[in-house]
């Protein structure tokens, strides 16, 4: 067979799902195998096992899209961070809250190198709060007992005016040479020095996790003879290339919910939704507006950390196919635990010594899978798990609802057969094919996107001029990153009027999205 492919994997923490569609993006095979504990070599065997089940030969995969927990897993676990040097140009209306003053103890000691406020910054409107202090900061990068692995600039209001964090990147440069990785607030939050800076310290941590995640992506393309062009998803259910990624890797977190949302409106056709992403270790509950995740309007905390970095918006809930389950009656507990990627040898159904909500659901009829018998869960133990497992489900989907009348939900992911045919406040509960592979479909058919966040005084134009300027930077963004110009589209758009300001302010927020080119 020849043509154009491309294969989509999601590596989660049960399992790692692969597609490969073809050049119409219509499914041609899909695969599920368990994650393994070396994240890559479950990778290999997803990708082999798509392509001998379809017969395509590896010359004819033209694209590679992953979504990845490596990122995510990194702050969690608070391994392969690298040192950073943090530097804020704030002073002096920024020293009393010193750079990561929240941060768990733990998480600041393994990524911090050391931490300077330097005089400098803007104010809201472009206007140069201080000069910059460049000696200041000399002297701090010179004194540093250690060099650091990376380091991460924050300037107040530096989305308006990111002056003097370039200038700061060119001394780091000089200090420690060109070589050195550097992260720009500019590039990753948005207005909010405390969020924004938290998230790039955190993406300058990550730089040796994207190197790890690149090259493990390379070595498995490459023992496969695959010469594809590699993509990562990101956190709003679009792609960035293998360069971004290693720029950018704080992006990657939360991409395996966001893959999820876009597979389900794909596999739907459905733009305005609740998805229910039931897993082995847990659910994520989304809501897709035109097609695209919503994406949370408040701070998001990633390892315990606040930051503003885009991320969507999601109810996380410890309910999946491999959730255990202990006692019977009043006694009975719905624990946070899952046995997770080792659900088929752990749980009762596949003849493990473990009672999880998967058995439950075979025992009360709701689903039919494994390999054994699950007699020791009783009928009534089996009816008051699966009762409370619908009650959590409802009271997660009415959180998530930012209207009292009725949606749509779209289950989608392995563990979604827990959830039931009807939940309260949901006109229907869709169960697309290939459900169960949803996030891999979603990084195969994703989309490449950009987004603009900026502060404008209003000139003679008005607010009209203000959104067009703001549209078509946005436009412009999607298509140098790799769009199709002819197909990319504005899919978001949020205006703010600033109030207590003496200038007609208007905050926008504007994101554009294209096919890849």
Known sequence: MRGEYRIGVDVGGTNTDAVLLDDELQLVAKAKTPTTENVDEGL???IQMVLSASGVVPASVSRVMLGTTHATNAVLQRRDLASVAVIRIGGPATRSVPPLSTWPADLRKVVSAGEIIVDGGFEFDGREHVPFDEPDLRRFLEDLPERPEACAITSTFSPVSAEHEHIAAAVVADVFGQDT?????CDIGSIGILERENACVLNAALRRVARQIADGLSTVLREQAIEATPFFAQNDGTLMAL??????PVLTVGSGPANSMRGAAYLTGLRDAIVVDVGGTSTDIGVLANGFPRESAIPVEIGGVRTNSRMPDLLSIALG????VRGDGDDLEIGHDSVGYRLTSEALCFGGPMITLSDMTVRAGRASMGTHPVDAVSESQAAEAIARVDAMFEDAVDRMKLARSEQPAIAVGGGS?????SLAGVSEVHRPDNYEVANAIGAAIASISAEVDQLLTLGPGGREEAIKKARDAAIGSAIALGAEPERTEIVALEELTMAYLKDNVLRL????AGPLL
């Open 509 to 512: 927020r504007v994101k554009a």
């Open 44 to 46: 290999a065997a997803a």
């Open 181 to 185: 990785p550097v992260s720009l607030s």
């Open 321 to 324: 196919g491999g959730t255990r």
């Open 243 to 248: 360069e971004r990624v290693l720029e950018f």
């Open 417 to 421: 057969v827990l959830l039931p045919n």
